[in-house]
């Protein structure tokens, strides 16, 4: 099975500087995706390195493009939390596709990051699902449309 990876950054990606700040860095999925010896073709498409909260509909429609133009059925789309929920509304009218929509709360690079456990979700989602707009986080996959970030909480519900 061919997975297209599209990256977008957030927290999945961040990385902490020097100085103490917190920038999006380079995507981790394929190192991940490594570690986990999958043996899955994946290509990998980086669109973006943005914190969610600053996609705007100019960048879901870019996003919505790749996913419609690649050739592969399978699609992982890596987000920030924070508007996750939104880029997968935006691409739930792609017909023809399994479109998982995955994160982390907490950066992969840390060592208490939901990222790898969020990404190994998506892989299995997107090998077991009809075609459709998911998000894989916290251990639950939702259908577009069906889920909500608990902030104080930390999970999605």
Do not use: W
């Amino acid at each position: 099975m061919r997975i297209h990876v599209i990256t977008t950054g957030g927290s999945l990606d961040v990385e902490y500087t020097l100085q103490g700040t917190f920038a999006i860095g380079p995507p981790v999925v394929a190192s991940l995706l490594e570690r986990a010896r999958t043996q899955h073709e994946i290509t990998l498409e980086s669109l973006c390195r943005k914190d969610s909260a600053t996609l705007d509909d100019t960048d879901r429609d870019l996003i919505r493009h790749r996913v419609q133009e690649t050739d592969a059925e399978h699609v992982l789309v890596t987000h920030g939390t924070d508007t996750m929920t939104n880029t997968a509304e935006h691409l739930r009218t792609i017909t023809g596709k399994v479109i998982v929509v995955t994160g982390a709360m907490q950066p992969a690079r840390m060592t208490d990051s939901d990222a790898p456990f969020n990404l190994g979700l998506a892989v299995a989602a997107l090998q077991t699902l009809p075609h459709g707009v998911y998000i894989a986080m916290s251990g639950r996959i939702f259908p577009a449309g069906h889920a909500r970030k608990d902030r104080a909480r930390g999970v999605f519900v």
